[in-house]
């Protein structure tokens, strides 16, 4: 276990802690006791009806929905809606490599088995109906990895969520995207101070997460977000002052055996493990009202990527988010990102 | 000095290796003895002007014009031109880092100085004045890095090209193209093998070069060109073999100092130089009939790039190569690619 400054709560505000015991995993492992980092806002009704599901992405945590995508004034109104992110595991705040520890020891660090997307579903599903009593979701909404387990949510379990949202993410990870995470990987692996996974701190690995924080650069922002030179509305007066006071710092600061969790998962995410390797035949499954809105400047979940699946998915439409930022739009940095998202969730929560 | 065999005539046939004599650098270094490998093609007439100039790309060499885009048949046509390929400084067979020695001996490995498109150019001037007695091209063509050439081409000799045709490049390198290239570099860079450039055969650093071609498949190819299996079409079985089989041992012959003399080269690309700036009165300087050559699916010199810039190029015309490769059609693979810069360059060559 790494004491890594970064997930504490005193960087990430309240969240709770909440085991579902034991989890067998899709890929063999086992996580003894399993904890979920939650974080709720608003009242569960007494019907239990008012629920969301929030999903988090690669390097993300419940903090991002609380700042940028949660509030009364949002579609995720916590004033009208019972709205649950749960931490995925393997981000730092839910059960990761680098804080097991007591009945967890044995899995610590290099040690922490393959989770693939499934099993974060799995665990999500114990937790609402265990924990909080929920079986019938009204919303999941997640965005990139997030919305890899909104399609899980769509795919495994149809008639628990009434709508679904996956926001720049696939149900099928592309082959395309298979090979950018590779690309991830390896510029944290190939650090000889990774030694393996048994690093003694995050700053062993630091130029092998600059290396990865300088692929984010490449692809997780537009040609044309550095050709505007869009982060001086970051307050940077050059790009290198962006990479050097946010991207690198963004990374840098986060577990290498933690994002290697999450990098496995995000490029082994596939609904059609369900359905034989039949991609029709998984998103066939969906029975909730779907909005699919990819971001019209990603590089890596492209719109076309993600179209493709929407016009499998019964009952979907598809929303095309406009944002220069690319990928990285998620981060909510553009004034104009949110109300985006708020229009299309709002259309989708009227709809049934 | 590294006897590489990927650069042994054995390798790349024919071509003459021509002295041009010292070369002062434009960042300050000297090249005491500089050799451009040169492939020619056809017979110079009488009246020198029937020669067209062609630039080499990042890791090519004149080998891929004359198996793909140099015949009887083609647009760039022996028979009726005299065609000069001229490989760039650091290409590996031009002098370069691995094979400096001689005159060259003291900027060898580690010590060469930095390179610019300006100083090809330079080059490739004085070789066709002195060498050959040209003093006016038909046409100058190339693609990425050899499009940068051609543009610094128009801007610094307006006078002594009728033609141009800059395919898949621009003219002043983009940032984002820049934070691409840097991550290229720290692939290679950060291999222990490497040792600061000091390393006694590029199989020294095969870990570095295989995460450079890892890179490279993420941003050389379309997404579509791995979600659509178009390695299928090489003859390989998965994305796996196509990688181990036909893109990681491309870059892993090469030699490192050489890729990166050629990728810092890539990232400085600037005409504005002459301009103090100025991109419009850079390009306003051309008056050779244009046709720029964007390829629809490329990941890092996007159509939009090269379209605003040739909106900005007196006598120009956009025609935009349709392949699903993305950037790496420039390989002339898919059967469509070479039909199409064949019309457009037949076309400008009807033009004037």
Same mark, same amino acid.
């Not at 974080?39 to 988090?56: H, P, R, S, Y």
């Not at 099928?172 to 990987?185: E, G």
């Not at 190939?190 to 924080?213: I, M």
């Given at each position: 276990?790494?004491?890594?400054?970064?997930?504490?709560?005193?960087?990430?505000?309240?969240?709770?802690?909440?085991?579902?015991?034991? @989890?067998?995993?899709?890929?063999?492992?086992?996580?003894?006791?399993?904890?979920?980092?939650?974080?709720?806002?608003?009242?569960?009704?007494?019907?239990?009806?008012?629920?969301?599901?929030?999903?988090?992405?690669?390097?993300?945590?419940?903090?991002?929905?609380?700042?940028?995508?949660?509030?009364?004034?949002? #579609?995720?109104?916590?004033?009208?809606?019972?709205?649950?992110?749960?931490?995925?595991?393997?981000?730092?705040?839910?059960?990761?490599?680098?804080?097991?520890?007591?009945?967890?020891?044995?899995?610590?660090?290099?040690?922490? +088995?393959?989770?693939?997307?499934?099993?974060?579903?799995?665990?999500?599903?114990?937790? @609402?109906?265990?924990?909080?009593?929920?079986?019938?979701?009204?919303?999941?909404?997640?965005?990139?990895?997030?919305?890899?387990?909104?399609?899980? !949510?769509?795919?495994?379990?149809?008639?628990?969520?009434?709508?679904?949202?996956?926001?720049?993410?696939?149900?099928?990870?592309?082959?395309?995207?298979?090979?950018?995470?590779?690309?991830?990987?390896?510029?944290?692996?190939?650090? +000889?101070? /990774?030694?393996?996974?048994?690093?003694?701190?995050?700053?062993?690995?630091?130029?092998?997460?600059?290396?990865?924080?300088?692929?984010?650069?490449?692809?997780? /922002?537009?040609?044309?977000? !550095?050709?505007?030179?869009? !982060?001086?509305? @970051?307050?940077?007066?050059?790009?290198?002052? /962006? =990479?050097?006071?946010?991207?690198?710092?963004?990374?840098?600061? =986060?577990?290498?055996?933690?994002?290697?969790?999450?990098? !496995?998962?995000?490029?082994?995410?596939?609904?059609?493990?369900?359905?034989?390797?039949?991609?029709?035949?998984?998103?066939?499954?969906?029975?909730?009202?779907?909005?699919? =809105?990819?971001?019209?400047?990603? =590089?890596?979940?492209?719109?076309?990527?993600?179209?493709?699946?929407?016009?499998?998915?019964?009952?979907?439409?598809?929303?095309?988010?406009?944002?220069?930022?690319?990928?990285? #739009?998620? /981060?909510?940095?553009?004034?104009?990102?949110?109300?985006?998202?708020?229009?299309?969730?709002?259309?989708? @929560?009227?709809?049934?």
């Amino acid at each position: 276990m790494i004491d890594n400054p970064y997930y504490r709560h005193e960087f990430h505000g309240d969240y709770e802690l909440i085991s579902i015991g034991r @989890l067998e995993l899709e890929e063999g492992g086992v996580i003894p006791d399993c904890q979920l980092a939650v974080a709720t806002f608003g009242t569960l009704n007494a019907e239990k009806d008012n629920a969301i599901l929030v999903t988090t992405w690669y390097s993300g945590t419940h903090q991002i929905f609380r700042d940028v995508y949660i509030g009364p004034e949002r #579609a995720l109104n916590p004033e009208k809606y019972f709205i649950v992110v749960v931490n995925q595991i393997g981000n730092g705040l839910s059960t990761s490599p680098h804080n097991a520890s007591g009945a967890n020891v044995s899995i610590a660090m290099s040690k922490f +088995p393959h989770v693939r997307i499934g099993d974060d579903v799995v665990a999500q599903e114990r937790l @609402l109906r265990e924990h909080f009593g929920i079986e019938q979701l009204e919303l999941v909404v997640g965005g990139s990895m997030g919305a890899q387990q909104t399609y899980e !949510w769509m795919v495994r379990y149809p008639a628990r969520l009434k709508r679904a949202a996956p926001i720049a993410g696939t149900a099928q990870n592309t082959p395309h995207d298979f090979l950018y995470t590779k690309a991830l990987v390896e510029a944290i692996t190939s650090d +000889p101070g /990774f030694n393996g996974g048994e690093y003694s701190s995050n700053a062993d690995v630091v130029d092998g997460l600059k290396r990865h924080a300088g692929i984010w650069a490449v692809m997780g /922002f537009s040609t044309e977000f !550095w050709k505007q030179e869009v !982060w001086q509305a @970051l307050g940077f007066d050059t790009k290198e002052a /962006f =990479m050097e006071g946010f991207l690198e710092p963004y990374f840098t600061a =986060m577990d290498p055996n933690d994002l290697l969790c999450m990098a !496995w998962k995000w490029q082994h995410g596939d609904v059609t493990r369900h359905t034989g390797g039949d991609l029709a035949a998984a998103l066939g499954r969906n029975t909730a009202v779907t909005r699919v =809105m990819p971001i019209n400047e990603d =590089m890596f979940f492209p719109v076309r990527d993600c179209e493709a699946e929407q016009k499998l998915t019964p009952r979907s439409e598809l929303r095309v988010i406009d944002d220069v930022l690319g990928h990285l #739009a998620l /981060f909510g940095v553009a004034p104009t990102y949110i109300g985006q998202v708020d229009k299309y969730l709002n259309e989708l @929560l009227a709809d049934s």
